[in-house]
Nanobody, 122 residues
Framework: QVQLVESGGGLVQAGGSLRLSCAAS????????TGWFRQAPGKDREFVAA????????VYAESVKDRFTISRDSAKNTVYLQMNSLKPEDTAVYYC???????????????WGEGTQVTVSS
């Protein structure tokens, strides 16, 4: 069983940057993918980015391509989401999650953190 804790959220001006962290503890498994999702009030939870266990493969939602970067520090069991050029529409609770396969589909992710709030002011 893996425990996931997100951190790094906060309030930023449009055009600013934040770096989110997803720290994993407990059992972790080789081959698992880490994904970032977000959910705004009244909206469905949506995929943001994912990184393979090796870190060699990444995938992004079209809405965040060229602005967000997902990376990992395997020694710390931590995955990061660097968010640049933030827009008000990026405002949401951001969640990290783990999947046993390389995926961007919500049903594939079986372990979830509690989320961290990101608010982008206009």
């Amino acid at each position: 069983q893996v425990q996931l804790v997100e951190s790094g959220g906060g309030l930023v001006q449009a055009g600013g940057s934040l770096r989110l962290s997803c720290a994993a503890s407990g059992r972790t498994f080789s081959g698992y993918t880490t994904g970032w999702f977000r959910q705004a009030p009244g909206k469905d939870r949506e995929f943001v980015a994912a990184i393979s266990w090796s870190g060699m493969t990444t995938v992004y939602a079209e809405s965040v391509k060229d602005r967000f970067t997902i990376s990992r520090d395997s020694a710390k069991n931590t995955v990061y989401l660097q968010m640049n050029s933030l827009k008000p529409e990026d405002t949401a609770v951001y969640y990290c999650a783990k999947s046993p396969r390389y995926s961007r589909a919500l049903p594939d992710f079986s372990s979830w953190g509690e989320g961290t709030q990101v608010t982008v002011s206009s």
